[in-house]
């Protein structure tokens, strides 16, 4: 059973919001295209799995996706986990890596050597990785009353043309890192090799419960980040046929000077940017100014249309931007 579903990453979200609000001739734009292209790479992987995972029978087995835990009660530190495979005998972390070309995995420096159209590349050992994970988590379980749950990690090439290399003297890589195709048949021995539970089902269903409620999803100020102010951001609404901007708001409308196409709701995207860049609450002025809006009755008008949750009243009053609410996280 999934309990926990895959979405889209936040942080690829607002990377795409970014590319959209900056100039063409922005120098950090090569910069934020690349970081979101690996982004996107990494979650077509972890989607690739999900088929895969759709396979196991969902009586038997709890699947919780994109997990982000703190490693102490003050929740200043986190640990992610691509995906959880829950069941009464046995957890399983499973980290996702999405690759082109060939991975060597060399045990002497701990490094992936990605070699991908002639080029090699140095990257983190997703080995060491796992097995940093494997020990958090279950310090994590120790500390939520869960220590006697057996874990066991791997690591999951989802590209299925990836060749894995190593060197002859490793032994043990192909207990760690598998193919996609080879996940079923992984699971059914774990499945097969232990005889007892380790868990009762009320110790699962609290485990789940308390897992969903600790997660906690990374929002991260992306323009910190690359160093960008909001000045920088491009104003107005855009049009979804041409991208021009800024739209103009007529008869009730949003209309394109540049390819004359009309569109009702537009400025829900524009308030989508605002919020994954620049603020969780928007009054009547910062819309207008947003949104390139002259009339304050026009911006109250699109605003009370949304039925948003609101804050403060009369010239303090603050609309809170929920458009998903299966992101529940704190207001900035």
Request: hydrophobic letters at 35%; aromatic letters at 6%.
């Amino acid at each position: 059973m999934i309990e926990k579903k895959r979405i889209i990453p936040r942080i690829i979200l607002i990377l795409q919001a970014l590319l959209r609000r900056l100039p063409l001739h922005h120098p950090k734009l090569h910069m934020i295209s690349e970081e979101l292209g690996k982004r996107m790479a990494g979650y077509k992987g972890e989607k690739a799995l999900d088929y895969t995972l759709s396979f196991l029978d969902p009586k038997k087995y709890n699947i919780l996706h994109d997990l982000r835990l703190p490693r102490n009660s003050h929740k200043d530190s986190f640990f992610q986990i691509d995906t959880l495979l829950i069941t009464s005998k046995f957890i399983l972390i499973i980290e996702v890596k999405y690759l082109a070309g060939t991975a060597f995995f060399d045990p002497n420096f701990n490094q992936l050597i990605q070699t991908k159209d002639g080029i090699e590349q140095a990257l983190p050992d997703p080995t060491v990785q796992i097995k940093r994970q494997e020990s958090q988590f279950i310090n994590w379980l120790s500390k939520h009353g869960f220590p006697n749950i057996t874990i066991y990690s791997c690591v999951v090439m989802s590209n299925d043309r990836t060749i894995i290399k190593t060197s002859p003297d490793n032994k043990t890589l192909n207990k760690i890192v598998i193919h996609r195709h080879s996940l079923l048949e992984k699971v059914k021995g774990l499945e097969d090799s232990m005889r007892i539970e380790s868990a009762t089902p009320k110790d699962l269903k609290k485990l789940i419960r308390t897992l969903k409620k600790q997660h906690e999803e990374q929002n991260p100020s992306i323009l910190e980040r690359f160093n960008i102010e909001e000045k920088d951001l491009l104003n107005g609404v855009i049009c979804e046929a041409c991208n021009h901007r800024p739209l103009v708001r007529k008869h009730g409308t949003w209309f394109c000077l540049k390819c004359k196409s009309r569109n009702n709701n537009a400025h829900i995207q524009a308030l989508k940017d605002y919020e994954l860049l620049i603020n969780s609450k928007i009054n009547n002025t910062e819309l207008r100014k947003f949104l390139v809006v002259d009339s304050p009755y026009v911006a109250k008008r699109l605003l009370q249309s949304l039925h948003l949750p609101t804050t403060g009243i009369k010239k303090g009053k603050q609309y809170i931007l929920l458009f998903d609410e299966s992101r529940p996280r704190k207001h900035k």
